[in-house]
């Protein structure tokens, strides 16, 4: 048995940073992740006016409840989603003039139904080019609070922003959500904003927050679930093969998680205890039908290895992938098909047929880390796959070839 241990969660860390920031005191974050998505929003932070060190295996961040420290700031928030919609929704609910930018790749995201919501509560928020898209300006004044109505169809990362935003507006906020995917990682900032003292309630698709503000702590960053995936997927794939990974087991917050689930149907054998979830190969990878709504960033992962089983794959209620940092579908198609393998896409679908896939081939990575990182699986059966940009996982684990690497080869 090999065990693994994997870096921090990004969509942890990610949200550690905005609570810690909008905080009464000086939190301390243990084992965040650092990767260049969570480097660029601490770098954010600092030029907000928020006060951020940063040492080996924890960061501090001396909080600000009235909001950023600077009055005026150029913040670039790289390819990092988390950073170019959390950041400026912090900064609204200061005062001044607070100016976001991001790369090619984050430009062509989307965030309407996010700076919709935001102007719905009366922020002043301007976009620079295109609307709907970075760059954008916030001239803040702080926010009242109030109700509003969100579509977070695209991306359950709207509804977080907006949910971390309510304890630090004036009357506290009431959200009615029309559509939702994601929904586990809404469950991880609910969970969050209460370590952090916040009071916020469901009833039925509306979330009441409370205007308590928040109150800095010591909080420990558990590992990457999704980073895992590649891990768990590679000893499903290998038989005789195992792989453990301590801090994610039963009390785990991250939906990720659920990818083992997945693993287990297919005919792996999964272990989760309080402390640790193991996946071992059982020699048999069975081909099935699975919805992935709700762990929709591991879908890649799944893609990767389905040629491998013994029939066909079909993942459905994916249509969120289209708009991450590339349209993963149809990367995730292009890819598997110049292996030779047979793949149909739909809207929201993919479906892999057996096969054995062929090299050489170089996987056309479209600069997303989870497509290097789930085509790194493939290879494993698959001798000649290169990568057109290895270095892309540099967006939430820089170390992914080297870790990789020394799994395979550990016997």
């Given at each position: ?202 009833e039925g698709r509306t979330y009441r927050v409370a205007p308590t503000g928040y ?94 089983a013994d029939g066909p794959v079909r993942i459905e209620d994916v249509a969120n ?9 149809d990367a995730c198609a292009e890819n598997l098909r110049r292996l030779g393998v ?70």
């Open positions: 048995m090999t065990v693994i241990d994997i870096p921090g969660s990004k969509s942890v860390t990610a949200r550690a940073l905005f609570l810690a920031a909008a905080a009464e005191g000086t939190t301390t974050l243990l084992r965040p992740l650092v990767s260049d998505d969570t480097e660029g929003f601490a770098e954010g932070l600092a030029a907000l006016g928020y006060g951020v060190r940063r040492e080996s295996g924890a960061w501090h961040i001396e909080g600000r409840p009235a909001g950023p420290g600077a009055t005026e700031a150029d913040v670039y928030c790289r390819d990092g989603a988390t950073t170019a919609r959390f950041l400026p929704t912090l900064a609204a609910a200061g005062h001044g003039t607070y100016r976001f930018d991001a790369s090619a790749q984050m430009r062509r995201r989307p965030l309407a139904p996010l700076t919709t919501a935001l102007r719905t509560l009366g922020v002043d928020l301007r976009h620079g080019e295109r609307e709907g898209h970075h760059p954008l300006a916030v001239h803040a004044a702080g926010v009242k609070g109030g109700a509003l109505t969100l579509d977070a169809g695209q991306s359950s990362q709207y509804l977080t922003a907006l949910l971390m935003l309510g304890p630090l507006t004036a009357e506290g906020l009431d959200i009615t959500v029309t559509d939702l995917v994601s929904e586990p990682y809404v469950e991880i900032t609910l969970a969050m904003m209460r370590a952090f003292g916040a009071e916020v309630r469901q109150r800095a702590r010591t909080y420990g960053i558990e590992p990457d679930a999704s980073t895992a995936s590649y891990f768990f997927a590679a000893a499903a794939l290998r038989p005789g093969r195992s792989v453990t990974v301590p801090g994610l087991g039963t009390g785990a917050l991250q939906g990720d998680l659920a990818f083992v689930d997945v693993l287990r149907r297919m005919g792996a054998d999964v272990e989760i205890t309080e402390t640790a979830t193991t996946v071992r190969s059982t020699g048999t990878l069975r081909g099935l039908t699975v919805n992935m709504r709700d762990i929709s960033d591991t879908m890649p992962t799944l893609a990767a290895i389905a040629p491998f992938t289209r708009v991450k940092e590339c349209d993963r579908l047979t793949v149909t896409t739909g809207p929201d679908w993919i479906e892999i047929q057996p096969g054995t896939p062929a090299g050489p081939v170089e996987i056309a990575t479209h600069g997303d880390h989870r497509i290097v990182m789930s085509f790194a699986v493939t290879a494993l059966r698959t001798p000649g796959i290169t990568f057109d940009d290895p270095g892309c996982v540099k967006k939430t684990f820089p170390d992914f070839h080297r870790a990789f690497g020394a799994f395979v080869h550990t016997p």
